[in-house]
């Protein structure tokens, strides 16, 4: 079955940035609505950004003019550019789908998440 895999997480500075990706774990056709989710220590899962597949994106307050969220459909491949960090968003970072058309022969898949890439923002 398809996942969804990110990478480019790690630890960095207060102030740095990471650039974080979300693929399909294996050739797919298509992929619909997709956002990238956070979930920090004794917290609920909570939304960072999203991202329609006509690139209507949509931003939590916490990451307005910090963080920008982008995809590049033709590799079904969805990035999250994180500048200007804080301690605060130290969390695990999650991808998500709303559905995913791994071939036209197949039903789709809805609610796909990734497994995590852990964000660490040290002060």
């Known amino acids: 079955q398809v996942q969804l895999v990110e990478s480019g997480g790690g630890l960095v500075q207060a102030g740095g940035s990471l650039r974080l990706s979300c693929a399909a774990s294996?050739?797919?056709?298509?992929?619909?609505?997709m956002g990238w989710y956070r979930q920090a220590p004794g917290k609920q899962r909570e939304l960072v950004a999203s991202i329609t597949r006509g690139d209507s994106t949509n931003y939590a307050d916490s990451a307005k003019g910090r963080f920008t969220i982008s995809r590049d459909n033709a590799k079904n491949t969805m990035y999250l550019q994180m500048n200007s960090l804080r301690p605060e968003d130290t969390a695990v970072y999650y991808c998500?789908?709303?559905?995913?058309?791994?071939?036209?022969?197949?039903?789709?898949?809805?609610?796909?998440w990734g497994q995590g890439t852990q964000v660490t923002v040290s002060s």
């Open positions: 998500h789908a709303d559905r995913i058309y791994s071939s036209l022969f197949l039903p789709p898949l809805d609610d796909i």
């Open positions: 294996e050739k797919i056709f298509r992929v619909n609505d």
